[in-house]
């Protein structure tokens, strides 16, 4: 298997998975929970429909990458309202006007989901690998990071009023993995895991102007409602580093639990919340002192999170339990738990 172990994961000696597989398990963090979960890689969905959704509240699209599905959570019951089917190995979703975007790793493409009817109504081929995403504020143009091309799609959502394309392709460092785009659309930064780096994107030129260097194996991340502050997880440095979007400096380094992965801000700018995968914890973080305010227990291998619109609920995608947490953020306390499809990994919330 190779010394390298990605996101502090240790995979089971005796299994062997092809190459590239294994490769990009180890990229997503989730070898030892997908070997495990192994005959589902390519099971159905355990409800075949695609309902619209739900009206009472925000809704929550969870990305389940061993039913390659996605379940829709209304946010106000805490129900799942349909199950969309998409394409291989599904990462990461991101969600901007009608449309929701889900890179599916092994197929090498991007299914995008009309979130009024909960269909996928297009597939927008990328480059080898695809795992994040982001759309910039205008919902112009969406950013997919290529951990197999090292590279970073970019889609002109605009072109085709049910998909979109890809209008060019940006180079950047070794196994880039998360993205994200500032509030002002002027940058989107993007992780390289095996660089130990983050690459800096002018978005007019579609050029990386800058590479800031920070922790081992940096995975997710989160910019602040301002877009002062970039925050970073470090899987294998167990820390978040904190930079100054400014000049690229880093402000802090928070420690966290054994390898974190998701980073959500609050919308208010004051707190993060980082999913530490290896200890079954969520850490809250205070953004105005820099460090760990609490930490909840939540489910097995926690992965993705997100943060409602009001700020008042936390949700984590759980991979090893295949549920979400639900956390009231005022007390810091589990409230619900709701059972998805099998390995949810990533997580996104339309207002």
Do not use: C
């Not at 209008?167 to 095996?194: C, F, L, M, Q």
């Not at 709701?338 to 339309?350: E, F, L, Q, W």
Request: overall charge neutral; cysteine-free; proline content about 7%.
């Amino acid at each position: 298997m190779g010394k390298k172990q990605h996101f502090g994961q240790e995979p089971p000696a005796k299994i062997r998975l092809p190459t590239r597989w294994r490769r990009a398990l180890l990229a997503a963090g989730l070898l030892a929970v997908t070997t495990l979960a192994a005959p589902a890689w390519h099971a159905g969905a355990a409800d075949d429909s695609a309902a619209p959704a739900a009206a009472g509240g925000p809704t929550a699209y969870v990305v389940n990458n061993g039913a390659n599905n996605v379940s829709v959570i209304d946010t106000a019951s805490n129900e799942i309202t349909a199950t969309v089917e998409v394409g291989n190995f599904p990462r990461k979703v991101a969600i901007s006007g009608k449309r929701a975007y889900v890179t599916n790793l092994f197929a090498d493409n991007v299914s995008v989901i009309d979130t009024e009817s909960n269909k996928v109504t297009a597939t927008v081929p990328v480059g080898k690998g695809p795992v994040g995403v982001a759309v910039d504020p205008d919902g112009k143009r969406a950013y997919v990071t290529n951990y197999d091309a090292n590279s970073v799609s970019v889609i002109d959502t605009t072109v085709d009023a049910a998909a979109g394309q890809a209008v060019a392709t940006v180079p950047v460092g070794e196994h880039p993995v998360g993205v994200v785009v500032t509030p002002d659309g002027k940058r989107a930064y993007v992780t390289n895991y095996d660089a130990n780096s983050i690459s800096v994107i002018d978005t007019a030129s579609n050029k990386v102007t800058a590479t800031i260097p920070v922790g081992k194996g940096p995975g997710g991340l989160a910019v602040a409602p301002d877009g002062g502050r970039l925050y970073v997880a470090n899987g294998p440095s167990n820390d978040v580093w904190v930079i100054d979007t400014g000049d690229h400096s880093v402000v802090a380094k928070v420690d966290v639990g054994k390898s974190p992965h998701g980073i959500a801000v609050a919308p208010d700018g004051k707190r993060a919340y980082v999913t530490d995968f290896g200890v079954n914890q969520l850490s809250v973080l205070d953004l105005a002192s820099n460090e760990v305010v609490a930490k909840v227990d939540v489910g097995k291998s926690p992965y993705g999170v997100a943060v409602t619109p009001d700020g008042k609920r936390v949700y984590v995608t759980n991979a090893a339990s295949n549920n979400v947490s639900v956390i009231d953020t005022e007390s810091n306390k589990v409230t619900a738990t709701v059972p998805v499809g099998t390995n949810p990994v990533a997580i996104a919330i339309k207002p």
